[in-house]
């Protein structure tokens, strides 16, 4: 017959395993985010360098040009503003979804060090019974 501790081993070995998962989608997530952040500094760097390279003697239409071209960065640099935001929720879920993952696996594991240690009591006490039992026959021998 198997111990209660033994039994859970499957659970905690798959607890174990999700929370390696979480971890792992943490990881890769704050990877993402630190290239979306990366990206978004490229963008708005761009867009100072480029917005004060302007000369002062160009046409109408160079101008009119340049003008609009700075609309489309600002229009990239708004939506990779919202892309970060977006980073940020979904790298918060994966943090949470790590620290319950992480939770259960530390309670299963605790409760099978308390199984195993009082499986160990028990062997113990058992043990003990059984010298306390060959001690009381010697002596009545």
């Known amino acids: 017959m198997s111990s209660r501790a033994e039994q859970l081993e499957p659970a905690v070995e798959q607890a174990r395993q999700r929370s390696e998962d979480a971890l792992a989608q943490l990881a890769t997530q704050q990877q993402v985010l630190a290239r979306a952040e990366h990206q978004?500094?490229?963008?708005?760097?761009?867009?100072?360098?480029?917005?004060?390279?302007?000369?002062?003697?160009?046409?109408?239409?160079?101008?009119?040009?340049?003008?609009?071209?700075?609309?489309?960065?600002?229009?990239a640099i708004v939506q990779q503003q919202a892309e970060l935001a977006r980073q940020h929720r979904q790298l918060t879920q994966l943090?949470?979804?790590?620290?319950?993952?992480?939770?259960?696996?530390?309670?299963?594991?605790?409760?099978?060090?308390?199984?195993r240690e009082e499986e160990r009591r028990a062997a113990d006490r058992h043990e003990q019974a059984e010298l306390d039992e060959r001690m009381q026959y010697r002596r009545l021998r």
């Open 40 to 75: 978004l500094g490229e963008l708005q760097r761009y867009r100072l360098e480029y917005a004060a390279a302007a000369d002062g003697a160009q046409s109408v239409t160079a101008l009119l040009n340049r003008q609009q071209f700075v609309e489309r960065i600002d229009q």
């Open 95 to 115: 943090r949470e979804h790590w620290r319950r993952a992480h939770a259960r696996e530390s309670a299963l594991s605790s409760v099978v060090a308390q199984h």
